[in-house]
């Protein structure tokens, strides 16, 4: 089972696959997967084609794909919260993660009515 915060997936993987990639397949650990739809098997008694098939590709530990794979990171701040600390913060932390990649800072205005 693949869950992010709004949905989940059930996904089956067997032989080699398993094999290969079932030290990340642990609960409460965030994955990056790499994985290719292929088209399912045809019946060629009845010419239906069944569910697509997963070939997994590559499984990382997610922390460890951010850095390669991001090409940017993008923080949201609504103007009206925004405090002296959290830019303290946000300081702080930018100057300890050393970014590499583009730094996007939205402010956003929330409209009454």
Do not use: C
């Not at 990340?24 to 010419?47: C, D």
């Amino acid at each position: 089972m693949i869950e992010d915060y709004q949905e989940s997936y059930e996904m089956r993987i067997f032989g080699e696959e398993y094999l290969k990639f079932k030290h990340y397949l642990e609960e409460n650990n965030f994955v990056y997967i790499k994985m290719y739809v292929k088209e399912g098997w045809k019946n060629n008694e009845t010419g239906r084609v069944g569910d697509p098939r997963l070939q997994f590709l590559n499984f990382n530990q997610l922390q460890d794909s951010l850095s390669a794979t991001a090409k940017r990171l993008s923080v949201k701040l609504e103007v009206d919260l925004i405090e002296e600390d959290h830019i303290k913060f946000l300081n702080r932390f930018l100057k300890i993660i050393k970014v590499t990649k583009s730094l996007f800072l939205i402010f956003m205005e929330m409209k009454m009515g």
